[in-house]
């Protein structure tokens, strides 16, 4: 089974409106980490958000906010105030526990295009 | 601060010959990490060290090697290329303890095996 699964290929959002890009994930391990990344067409990998699967709360990072849902396992990216920067590809990750490796699983991405 | 630099930028290589990507980091990781990424697949884990001196395997390690004899390098090794390795290979680091642990990502390798 896929450990990260984003099942939109491509989105479209009009700037200045806010976009979800979905990510659920699958693990047995209590204890984990779950990241955004952002890939701009220069090849670059950013680091965007982070949440913790012990975290109360939705994790927040300027117009970037995580949606935890665990029981659902999905960990969406919501972006608010879309800009034409924000055109990129976009990966979900997980950091599984110390103890099961700390190897990081990625997504296969979402293509974001904000149109002006 | 350089952060996570990798060498050479890119490569055309022909089949059958041995190439080293060298990934040096300057942020005292303890953890290394080398992934290929190829249209639609993602990011794929090839190796991964969590300490200098021990390796692991990650979901795609056939054809690769990789050494940590100190904390700033992690070089991977193609023994003998095959045109299904060419791809983009980017390393990265990340801490073990403190937290989020994120991974910096060093800039990638852009290999062309013919």
């Known amino acids: 089974a896929q450990k990260i699964t984003q099942t939109q290929p491509g989105m479209f959002v009009q700037e200045k409106e806010a976009v979800t890009l979905d990510c659920t994930y699958d693990?047995?391990?209590?204890?984990?980490?779950l990241f955004w990344y952002k890939q701009p067409s220069s090849g670059e990998m950013i680091f965007l958000i982070y949440?913790?699967?012990?975290?109360?709360q939705n994790a927040t990072e300027g117009r970037y906010s995580l949606n935890f849902q665990k029981a659902r396992k999905s960990a969406n990216l919501v972006i608010s105030a879309s800009q034409l920067g924000d055109s990129a590809m976009y990966f979900c990750?997980?950091?599984?526990?110390?103890?099961?490796?700390?190897?990081?699983?990625f997504g296969t991405g979402t293509s974001l295009t904000v149109i002006p | 601060i350089a952060g996570i630099t990798q060498a050479p930028t890119s490569q055309i290589l022909a089949a059958g010959r041995r190439m080293t990507l060298r990934c040096t980091q300057d942020?005292?990781?303890?953890?290394m990490y080398w992934y290929r990424q190829d249209l639609g697949l993602g990011l794929r884990l090839i190796h991964y060290?969590?300490?200098?001196?021990?390796?692991g395997k990650g979901e795609v390690p056939d054809g690769y090697s990789v050494s940590r004899a100190n904390t700033d390098d992690f070089p991977l090794t193609l023994a003998s290329a095959v045109p299904s390795q060419t791809s983009v290979y980017f390393c990265?680091?990340?801490?073990?303890?403190?937290?989020?642990?994120?991974?910096?990502f060093g800039p990638g390798t852009r290999l062309t095996v013919t």
């Open positions: 990750a997980m950091r599984e526990g110390i103890n099961t490796g700390n190897q990081f699983y």
């Open positions: 990265a680091s990340s801490e073990l303890a403190g937290g989020p642990y994120e991974q910096y």
């Open positions: 060290s969590n300490t200098a001196g021990t390796t």
């Open positions: 693990t047995s391990d209590p204890s984990y980490g």
């Open positions: 949440q913790g699967s012990y975290d109360q």
């Open positions: 942020m005292r990781h303890n953890a």
